[in-house]
């Protein structure tokens, strides 16, 4: 069981004819920044909320990367995009709900809100710092497996063949397993959702001349990040095909 940081972010956005909050031009700009002197990975997603106790949609979960001390804002163009790319149906240019951030980390999350009267003008200014919840999280984590011997040398009709393991408790999402030919290039496969145990075989085409006479490669599961996970340290892998 790991502990997961979660922080719920309203957020408002557009011009409201005053049916739900007062007539007038909403932003919101949600800045995130990384406290720590380490790399920091997190996700997030969108949950738009309705008017007249309607729940509305709720996006998928992206992965974001801070360096040590970096910063970034979630604007409001941000938000709307993420909500059009999840198909979400949305009426009008108004939308207001909130944006969920997960994080094995506590980060700082504060989120800036501005508003404007009919002239554009902005008339208030507020900015809020978000406190996280604290959850046990059963977390998923994905490893690449060698074969029986240990090695990740395995071909098939040209073809790496990349085993993507979940041995973590929780259900890992779709992701990304990254196979780096080093000055050959770097191939990325999607990898399907995971259950707890589960595994898949990836086929990843080697480059042209790999062999020279060997061809060595590095193999990066949840490469992007996408996925929260118990354990990051056992996401790499180094392998070599004797030619």
């Not at 790399?39 to 996006?59: D, I, M, Q, S, W």
């Not at 397993?177 to 770097?186: A, M, P, Q």
Request: proline share 7%; net charge neutral; with cysteine.
């Amino acid at each position: 069981m790991n502990v997961t940081y979660q922080y719920a972010v309203k957020f408002v956005y557009g011009e409201s004819k005053g049916d739900v909050v007062a007539p007038g031009v909403y932003w919101t700009a949600i800045n995130v920044h990384n406290p720590t002197y380490s790399k920091a990975g997190f996700r997030k997603k969108v949950a738009v909320a309705l008017p007249n106790e309607k729940p509305g949609c709720v996006t998928r979960f992206s992965g974001c990367h801070l360096g040590p001390d970096e910063a970034l804002e979630i604007d409001c163009k941000d938000i709307f995009r993420h909500v059009k790319e999840s198909q979400c149906k949305v009426k009008g240019g108004f939308l207001k709900g909130f944006v969920v951030i997960e994080s094995e980390i506590e980060l700082d999350v504060v989120a800036v809100y501005t508003a404007a009267g009919r002239d554009k003008q902005v008339e208030t200014l507020h900015t809020e710092r978000v406190s996280p919840r604290r959850r046990e999280a059963c977390l998923p984590d994905l490893v690449p497996v060698p074969d029986e011997n240990g090695f990740f040398c395995r071909i098939k009709d040209r073809k790496l063949i990349v085993t993507v393991k979940n041995q973590g408790c929780g259900s890992a999402g779709p992701s990304i397993t990254e196979v780096d030919f080093f000055s050959h290039g770097k191939i990325s496969v999607p990898t399907p959702t995971l259950a707890p145990g589960a595994s898949t075989d990836l086929s990843v085409p080697i480059p042209d001349r790999c062999f020279d006479p060997d061809c060595s490669f590095r193999i990066t599961v949840n490469a992007t990040g996408t996925v929260v996970e118990s354990d990051v340290s056992n996401n790499v892998a180094n392998g070599i095909c004797i030619g």
